[in-house]
């Protein structure tokens, strides 16, 4: 009896022996691949896939960040006038932020390296005596609008840390947002998070004073004997300090500091694009700039 045991039971270790060890085998393959798939998905270099059949652009491969230059000038009309445009370049040049030369007004685009063209753009206003940084021109060729936000976030990244390495005194940076449906792109487009990715510099209007463009049909402007024609630089800057309290110029679609315009408004008033204006009393100033 001892015996015919011992040979019955034999077999059977054998078998359950094999049968932890097959069980064994399999924790350890499928515990070591669930390993791998988490560390996979938490590398930063791979990708998730997207769900659908839309491919995305691989910004470090397909795409390069770089000054703008004339010969960009027809990529960039093109997309002035699209869906991810800014109105501002329907009536001024682009050709001061294209020029190497300029340093007052700098442009800055993605160039899509498969096609060799400018898909995303930034311009760049250097004001009062290059302490602050006028924010305008933010577009983007919206045939990439699904690839936009990296897109400008790496642009407007890249912007800021060349600025801050080429300017030593810029301290801020600036813009003015229309907020009518038609104008709300008219500085920058209002698709792209322009305002989140340059910090700008928060304000009320109770500091600016805004120029007035053309005063013959404007209801509450009355333009009479009252005011003339006035030449003194210094006294309307001094008005505009003293009398009006205001820090702060909206002129020609910038935002220059009221102690740092005197530069800007003589070379206005010298090329005859500039009317100043001045009451009686000295308290009270219209700036004309343009027709």
Same mark, same amino acid.
């Given at each position: 009896?001892?015996?015919?045991?011992?040979?019955?039971?034999?077999? #059977?270790?054998?078998?359950?022996?094999?049968?932890?060890?097959?069980?064994?085998?399999?924790?350890?393959?499928?515990?070591?691949?669930?390993?791998?798939?988490? *560390?996979?998905?938490?590398?930063?270099?791979?990708?998730?896939?997207?769900?659908?059949?839309?491919?995305?652009?691989?910004?470090?491969?397909?795409?390069?960040?770089?000054?703008?230059?004339?010969?960009? %000038?027809?990529?960039?009309?093109?997309?002035?006038?699209?869906?991810?445009?800014? /109105?501002?370049?329907?009536?001024?040049?682009?050709?001061?932020?294209?020029?190497?030369?300029?340093?007052?007004?700098?442009?800055?685009?993605?160039? %899509?390296?498969?096609?060799?063209?400018?898909?995303?753009? /930034?311009?760049?206003?250097?004001?009062? +005596?290059?302490?602050?940084?006028?924010?305008?021109?933010?577009?983007?060729?919206?045939?990439?609008?699904?690839?936009?936000?990296?897109?400008?976030?790496?642009?407007?990244?890249?912007? /800021?840390?060349? #600025?801050?390495?080429?300017?030593?005194?810029?301290?801020?940076?600036?813009?003015?947002?229309?907020?009518?449906? !038609?104008? !709300?792109?008219? #500085?920058?487009?209002?698709?792209?998070?322009?305002?989140?990715?340059?910090?700008?510099?928060?304000?009320?209007?109770?500091?600016?004073?805004?120029? =007035?463009?053309?005063?013959?049909?404007?209801?509450?402007? *009355?333009?009479?004997?009252?005011?003339?024609?006035?030449?003194?630089?210094?006294?309307?800057?001094?008005?505009? *300090?003293?009398?009006?309290?205001?820090?702060?110029?909206?002129?020609?679609? !910038?935002?220059? /500091?009221?102690?740092?315009?005197?530069?800007?408004?003589?070379?206005?008033?010298?090329? !005859?694009?500039?009317?100043?204006?001045?009451? +009686? *009393?000295?308290?009270? =100033?219209?700036?004309?700039?343009?027709?």
């Amino acid at each position: 009896s001892h015996s015919k045991n011992y040979h019955v039971m034999g077999p #059977l270790s054998y078998f359950i022996a094999f049968v932890c060890i097959a069980l064994a085998g399999y924790y350890w393959y499928t515990n070591n691949k669930l390993k791998d798939e988490i *560390k996979d998905s938490s590398r930063s270099d791979v990708s998730s896939k997207p769900k659908s059949s839309e491919k995305f652009l691989d910004f470090d491969k397909d795409c390069k960040i770089r000054a703008l230059k004339p010969s960009d %000038l027809d990529d960039i009309k093109a997309i002035v006038k699209s869906e991810g445009g800014c /109105q501002y370049f329907l009536d001024h040049s682009l050709e001061p932020y294209l020029n190497p030369e300029n340093s007052k007004c700098l442009g800055f685009g993605v160039e %899509l390296l498969s096609e060799k063209k400018i898909i995303c753009t /930034q311009f760049i206003a250097m004001l009062d +005596e290059n302490e602050t940084g006028f924010v305008l021109g933010a577009m983007m060729n919206m045939k990439y609008k699904k690839d936009s936000r990296i897109i400008y976030m790496r642009l407007s990244n890249d912007v /800021q840390a060349q #600025l801050s390495v080429k300017y030593d005194d810029l301290g801020k940076h600036r813009t003015f947002e229309c907020t009518n449906d !038609k104008t !709300k792109s008219y #500085l920058n487009n209002s698709g792209l998070d322009y305002k989140i990715k340059f910090n700008l510099d928060e304000m009320t209007d109770k500091n600016i004073y805004f120029c =007035l463009n053309g005063y013959d049909d404007v209801d509450g402007i *009355k333009i009479n004997g009252d005011f003339k024609e006035n030449e003194d630089i210094d006294g309307c800057i001094n008005i505009l *300090k003293e009398k009006c309290k205001v820090s702060d110029v909206f002129y020609d679609w !910038k935002l220059y /500091q009221t102690k740092c315009i005197k530069g800007e408004l003589s070379q206005d008033l010298k090329d !005859k694009k500039l009317i100043l204006l001045v009451n +009686e *009393k000295e308290n009270g =100033l219209i700036m004309n700039y343009g027709n």
